[in-house]
């Protein structure tokens, strides 16, 4: 009886067991089955890679036919095979005859709205075109050069950071060039940094950068002089140009850093006559009758006080018949015998006017508490009043209409 009783108890533990397992089976299946998904099988004919690719080809070359300028809508790897029509808008994405995708009703999505869609990673150039950079391209005839530069004033430190760039297009006296490049914070004309000579080459590519300490009281009285040179085989300095920049006009901060171009000039070799140089700018617009004058600069003047207190400034009057029409005046700058203003005035002249007006540059010194005094006068104007280099830039002014003619001129007691 126990060996009975044994037996019965192993017989129904193994039951027991397989029960179990069934049991366990079975739910496992069935959660399987709720988290799992039916791939859809499609029931069109695959095609072979070869077949993609032609067809990918042939329908790109249709809508390339069709679409000059743009990009050909591609269709996506996995919907290849089935029978796409060129998308415009409100017409289906396939024909009717695919029984695997009909219209729907209601709003469309993005997809069906894409007319003209573009391959995904491609751009359209004509919509990315940036303004053409012309400033390393166009050079004005006669060219002797341009160079590119930037600066930059610290408040705190008083420090001007100039950075020299790169100069362009150089025309040195020989076949090759090995240039470099005088830095001057005028009217200071003593001391000045220099650049590193870069050997043979017409555009040399500078960037470096020079610091000049300035108080910011001062600031606006200084002027950047840069002096182009090239060194010849008998290490021989030869000036190929210059370029002037006035700070006073410029708003310069450390959040303001300025990127700045301008074409090279020829200096005056000449020495300065016996009462200064006077350099300005005469320009007539026939259509809107105004004569514009633009003052550059000054120098050699014959100062009769040297100090900082000492104001320059130059008075341009209009005249006509030797009678007073109208004058304004430049600011003053102080202490300097060649001071830089780049500063444009226009007067109302008309064109019948021109053979009996007359333009009277004064250069001026003032002192506080004393009498202004006269250090030169320049007068340009028809046959009437000048000859000489001031009858030809009036000439000159009259038959080239709103162009800006530029030339030096002595300056004189007796005018």
């Known amino acids: ?57 042939n329908s790109e070359i249709h809508l ?23 998308l415009t808008n409100e017409e289906q994405v396939q024909e009717d005859r695919d029984p695997f995708m ?29 303004p053409e950079d012309k400033s390393e391209t166009d050079f004005p005839d006669g060219s002797i050069g341009r160079l590119w530069f930037s600066v930059e004033y610290e408040q705190e430190s008083e420090r001007l950071l100039v950075s020299l760039i790169k100069v362009r297009k150089l025309q040195p006296p020989a076949d090759s060039c090995s240039p470099f ?7 200071d004309e003593r001391s000045y940094l220099q650049s590193k000579t870069k050997r043979k080459t017409l555009n040399p590519q500078f960037d470096e950068n020079f610091v000049f300490q300035v108080s910011s009281k001062m600031l606006l009285q200084r002027t950047l002089k840069f002096l182009v040179y090239h060194v010849d085989k008998q290490k021989k300095h030869h000036l190929l140009g210059q370029v ?7 708003a310069l901060t450390e959040d303001n850093k300025l990127v700045i171009w301008r074409d090279l000039e020829k200096e005056n070799l000449e020495p300065p006559s016996e009462h200064g140089d006077i350099q300005f700018s005469l320009s007539y617009n026939d259509y809107l009758g105004r004569l514009t004058v633009v003052v550059l600069r000054a120098r050699g003047l014959k100062l009769l006080e040297e100090s900082p207190a000492v104001g320059v400034y130059v008075k341009v009057s209009l005249m006509n ?46 002192n506080k508490g004393e009498k202004t005094l006269l250090l030169g006068r320049v007068v340009v104007g028809p046959f009437m009043y000048t000859r000489g280099k001031e009858l030809e830039h009036w000439n000159e002014m009259i038959s080239k209409p709103k162009e800006l003619v530029k030339r030096w001129h002595a300056l004189c007691h007796s005018t």
Do not use: M
Not at 29 to 41: M, P
Not at 67 to 86: Q, Y
Not at 104 to 128: C, E, K, M, W
Not at 331 to 355: M, R
């Open 181 to 187: 490049v005088k830095i001057y914070l005028l009217p």
């Open 321 to 366: 018949h030797n009678k007073f029409i109208k004058s304004k005046k430049t600011a003053a700058l102080l202490g300097t015998p060649n001071p830089v203003y780049n500063e444009t005035f226009s007067f109302k002249a008309d064109q019948t006017e021109l053979d009996t007006a007359s333009l009277s540059l004064s250069v001026l010194q003032s």
């Open 102 to 130: 009909t219209p729907q009703s209601g709003p469309r999505s993005s997809f069906h709205s894409l007319a003209g869609a573009y391959v995904v990673g491609t751009i359209n150039p004509d919509l990315y075109k940036f």
């Open 244 to 250: 002037i920049f006035p700070l006073k006009n410029e």
């Open 64 to 86: 390339k036919s069709t679409r000059s300028r743009s990009v050909p809508f591609i269709i996506p790897p996995t919907l290849h095979g089935r029978d796409w029509i060129h």
């Open 1 to 57: 009886e126990q060996a009975v009783a044994v037996a019965g108890g192993i017989i129904g533990g193994i039951l027991l067991f397989v029960l179990l397992g069934i049991t366990a089976y079975l739910l496992w299946r069935k959660i399987c089955r709720f988290f799992s998904y039916e791939k859809l099988i499609n029931p069109v004919k695959t095609t072979n890679a070869n077949a993609i690719f032609q067809d990918q080809t």
